[in-house]
Nanobody, 124 residues
């Protein structure tokens, strides 16, 4: 499966952005998905993850209450709604997927497919 992340951009602190990850090549229904981010000089970290059916979710403590991961009505997408953004959220955001229904995965190496990344810049 191929993943295409989009929706990044420049936003002021306190603002919102919605990232989308579009899958192609195969039916996306059986895939668990996650959003990771990598800030300059830092390691890539998990932001949020979702199971194939969307009934199980995980959020990093740093984004709980501000970010929402969801599976799109078009079943080949996974979205990340980000609100109350702050400069610490500045990073390249990547979507990832793993073929495993009904599970949430929180470790990078568990993911088999990765999108190219989309840059989110939050200005103060």
């Amino acid at each position: 499966v191929q993943l295409q992340a989009s929706g990044g951009g420049l936003v002021q602190a306190g603002g919102s952005l919605r990232l989308s990850c579009a899958a192609s090549g195969r039916a996306f229904d059986p895939y668990a998905a996650g959003w990771f981010r990598q800030a300059p000089g830092k390691e890539r970290e998990l932001v949020a993850a979702i199971s194939s059916r969307g009934d199980k979710k995980y959020y990093a403590d740093s984004v709980k209450g501000r970010f929402t991961i969801s599976r799109g009505s078009a079943k080949n997408t996974v979205n990340l709604q980000m609100s109350s953004l702050n400069p610490e959220d500045t990073a390249v955001y990547y979507c990832a997927a793993r073929y495993e229904p009904d599970s949430v995965h929180t470790i990078q190496w568990e993911y088999d497919y990765w999108g190219q990344g989309t840059l989110v810049t939050v200005s103060s």
